[in-house]
C-alpha cells in the first residue's frame, strides 16, 4: 500500500510518500480503506519525537491516529459492522495516514458528513466529549472554552450546545465570527478575561473547559470558583497543581457513536480549515505545527 511514513525523528522533511506493508486487523479491530485522515498535534510531536519518552514508536511509522473509510477487513470477535460499510474513528498513535489503516475503535460514519469532515471528527470528538463528560450536566449551565476555534475547541462548542449549554469561548478577534457560527459568545483570552466574561454573564461561568495549555488553568479555576467545575484536556502539569479535571483521549466506539448520532442529527459539524493531498502531508504538518488553526486540517488519501 500507499503510506506516508518516517524512518527517523525529526522535522517534517522526514516524511516521505513510499510503498508499506499492508496492516492487518487483530482481535477486536477492523481495517478501512482510508478516503481521508486527521492530522492533529499529537502526529508532529510524535514524527518530532518530542513526546518519545511516553508515546514511543516504533520507526519506520506511519503518522495520524484517526481516519474514514470503507471497512474491508474484520477482526475476530467484532460484531455491529460489514464489509463495505463507512466509518470512522481511532487506531493507535500512528498508522493513518495510508491507503489501508487498523482501528480499534469506530463508528459509522453519518452521511450528512463529508470524508474531510468525517476524517476531523475522530479524534476530536473523543477528546472534546471526555472533557465535557469531567463536568457533568450542562443543560442550563454557562460553560466557558478556552481555545474554542480549534480542533477540539470546535467540537466542544457544538456539542456543548446541543446539550443545552449557553457556551462562551475563547479565541483570537479573526475567528469570532467562526465561533459565532458555532453557536458560542465569542470573546477574546489574556488579560483582562475575567472582566470580560464579567459583562458576557453576569451571572457568572459555572464551568470552563481548557483546550489550548496556554497557561490560563488558575484563571480559569478563580473564574469558576472551585477546581472540580474545570477540566483540561491539555495541561497535564497544572491539572495535577490545581486539582482540576484532566481528560485523556480514549479510543471509545461509544463516544463515536455518539459524535455520530449529532452529527446525523445536524447538531455536530467538524470543522475543517484545509485539506492536504497525501503527497504533502509534509505541509500539512508544517501548518499544524504553526498553531492558531480554524477547526481540522485532514489529509485526502
Do not use: C
Not at 477492523?30 to 511516553?54: C, F, L, Q, T
Request: glycine fraction near 14%.
Amino acid at each position: 500500500m500507499r503510506a506516508v511514513r518516517f524512518h527517523e525523528y525529526g522535522g517534517v522533511e522526514t516524511l516521505v510518500v513510499e510503498q508499506a506493508p499492508d496492516p492487518h486487523p487483530g482481535p477486536g479491530e477492523i481495517r478501512i480503506r482510508v478516503a481521508a485522515a486527521g492530522v492533529n498535534p499529537v502526529d508532529w510531536k510524535v514524527r518530532s519525537g518530542a513526546v518519545r519518552e511516553v508515546l514511543p514508536v516504533d520507526l519506520p511509522a506511519i503518522p495520524g491516529r484517526d481516519a474514514v473509510g470503507v471497512v474491508d477487513g474484520i477482526g475476530d470477535g467484532v460484531q455491529g459492522v460489514d464489509i463495505g460499510d463507512r466509518v470512522f474513528g481511532l487506531g493507535g498513535v500512528t498508522g493513518a495516514t495510508a491507503e489501508l489503516a487498523v482501528l480499534s475503535a469506530w463508528a459509522h460514519a453519518p452521511t450528512t458528513w463529508t470524508d474531510e469532515e468525517a476524517a476531523g471528527a475522530g479524534l476530536a470528538s473523543v477528546t472534546a466529549m471526555g472533557g465535557l463528560k469531567a463536568l457533568g450536566p450542562l443543560r442550563g449551565r454557562t460553560l466557558l472554552v478556552e481555545g474554542a476555534a480549534g480542533g477540539v475547541g470546535s467540537a466542544a462548542v457544538e456539542i456543548a450546545v446541543a446539550r443545552g449549554a449557553t457556551v462562551i469561548g475563547t479565541a483570537s478577534e479573526r475567528n469570532h465570527t467562526f465561533l459565532t457560527s458555532l453557536g458560542a459568545v465569542p470573546t477574546t483570552y489574556g488579560t483582562g478575561l475575567a472582566e470580560r466574561l464579567a459583562s458576557l454573564a453576569p451571572g457568572g461561568v459555572d464551568l470552563a473547559l481548557d483546550t489550548a495549555a496556554s497557561g490560563s488553568l488558575d484563571d480559569l479555576v478563580a473564574i469558576v470558583g472551585d477546581p472540580s467545575r474545570v477540566s483540561t484536556v491539555a495541561d497535564h502539569a497544572n491539572a495535577q497543581r490545581l486539582g482540576t479535571h484532566l481528560a485523556n483521549a480514549e479510543n471509545d466506539s461509544a463516544l463515536l457513536a455518539e459524535a455520530g448520532e449529532l452529527g446525523r442529527q445536524g447538531r455536530y459539524t467538524p470543522r475543517i480549515e484545509r485539506t492536504y493531498p497525501l503527497e504533502r502531508l509534509a505541509e500539512a504538518h508544517a501548518h499544524a505545527e504553526r498553531g492558531h488553526t480554524r477547526g481540522k486540517i485532514v489529509v485526502r488519501v
